[in-house]
């Protein structure tokens, strides 16, 4: 079980006199044509982005990447996760190199795998923790002048992108409760932001949630390790390890005619082998590094 270390409603996101309206006004001269497909499935509504190839990661952060000065990207790659897959179709169309800092195994995973047939340039590194990985990612991307895009891509700009796109789409809809699975918790806080007269419920399936992470979201915890599959199936295409288990919570918790967000489809199989790629890397082995800076 996850827990719940936030000891009040704080969103993080909120801090320092940021507000609705200053994240609408730092958006207000960014245009973009992302829409929203809204299902009915079990008497509930699916806001579902698995209907499209790049998930809500793609569109909270397609403003900051297209802020971007710099010509290439860096982010650490773990072993699952959809983050670095949207990252290489926001690379790809604001014309970025996308490095991505993975850590050195036996073998690659498929979702590290897809990211490397997508774009995505990778550092192999044996790390001692993911912490770690994103220390010597910031490093890497001083050392080739190259924008660093934190974990989880928690930054204002995202926030402020996903605030803009969420705003648009659903200011005019009554949502009087909404669901969704939370890791980083980017996306329930900037839900919570865009949409003030609704009520949240986050599902933990990831980490502990802490302070200030949490929001005004009620506060749920799966049962199992983050890559274990929920024990449901789901009426529409939606990763197993994540959203799936939101699914399940939801089912059993929540009510007729809460709403449910589902970030993402299950990411494409890569062609590419694990064996066809060297992925194994010893202590102080820095060569992919030194093959590009």
């Not at 590194?125 to 660093?148: C, D, H, Q, V």
């Not at 199989?269 to 064996?275: C, D």
């Amino acid at each position: 079980m996850f827990l719940n270390k936030a000891t009040d409603d704080s969103n993080l996101d909120l801090k320092d006199g940021r507000t609705l309206e200053y994240y609408l006004e730092l958006t207000k001269d960014y245009n973009h044509d992302f829409s929203f497909v809204i299902k009915d499935v079990d008497g509930f509504k699916v806001i579902d982005d698995g209907e499209f190839d790049f998930g809500t990661k793609a569109k909270m952060a397609d403003f900051f990447i297209s802020q971007v000065q710099e010509e290439s990207l860096v982010y650490v790659c773990p072993r699952t996760g959809y983050a670095p897959f949207s990252l290489c179709y926001l690379a790809k169309k604001y014309n970025k190199k996308l490095y991505l800092i993975v850590p050195a195994s036996k073998e690659a995973s498929e979702h590290q795998l897809t990211a490397i047939e997508y774009g995505g340039i990778p550092i192999f590194l044996k790390i001692p923790a993911m912490p770690t990985a994103n220390i010597w990612a910031k490093e890497f991307a001083n050392k080739i002048g190259a924008r660093y895009l934190p974990f989880g891509l928690k930054h204002e700009m995202v926030v402020a992108g996903g605030v803009r796109v969420f705003y648009d789409n659903f200011k005019d809809k009554d949502i009087p409760h909404m669901w969704t699975v939370f890791s980083t918790g980017v996306l329930s806080r900037t839900l919570q932001i865009a949409l003030p007269n609704t009520k949240f419920s986050a599902v933990a399936v990831a980490r502990n949630v802490q302070e200030g992470e949490l929001g005004r979201a009620k506060f749920y915890s799966y049962d199992k390790p983050f890559l274990k599959d929920a024990r449901v199936d789901t009426p529409f295409d939606c990763i197993k390890t994540y959203d799936a288990k939101g699914w399940e919570i939801m089912k059993k918790y929540g009510n007729e005619g809460d709403w449910f967000w589902n970030v993402a489809r299950n990411m494409p199989k890569p062609t590419i082998k694990a064996k066809d790629v060297d992925s194994q890397r010893e202590w102080g082995d820095r060569r992919d590094i030194l093959k590009y800076s």
